[in-house]
């Protein structure tokens, strides 16, 4: 999908201003796409708005369907939010969800 191309280059050469605001735009638009919020929460963890980024990435994480390697990206920045902030107990859950989630995968 050409937006995610879009997103991933604004990823590759480090401009998270630009990626989280074309991933929020996104989002606006559809609803529905996980990928958005990803990179939306992703932009926001490199920006150290870590509230925000925590929001995009627990709401994407309810579009996630039968896609593993997906959630294990969200879940992995979930994790390093909440150690950001200082909750280890939550990014222990979350980590504990990827350990599980591999496990099924293989």
């Given amino acids: 999908e050409t937006n995610v191309f879009l997103l991933a280059s604004y990823e590759e050469v480090k401009d998270f201003e630009?990626?989280?605001k074309a991933a929020s735009n996104l989002i606006d638009i559809y609803p529905n796409q996980?990928?958005?919020y990803f990179f939306a929460g992703k932009a926001s963890n490199q920006l150290k708005k870590y509230k925000i980024a925590i929001d995009f990435l627990e709401s994407g994480l309810e579009f996630v369907v039968q896609n593993v390697n997906?959630?294990?990206d969200f879940l992995n920045q979930l994790v390093e939010t909440y150690v950001a902030v200082g909750n280890n107990k939550k990014a222990e859950e979350y980590l504990e969800k990827v350990k599980n989630l591999k496990k099924t995968k293989k």
């Fill in 18 to 20: 630009k990626l989280q």
């Fill in 70 to 72: 997906l959630e294990v």
């Fill in 34 to 36: 996980p990928e958005y």
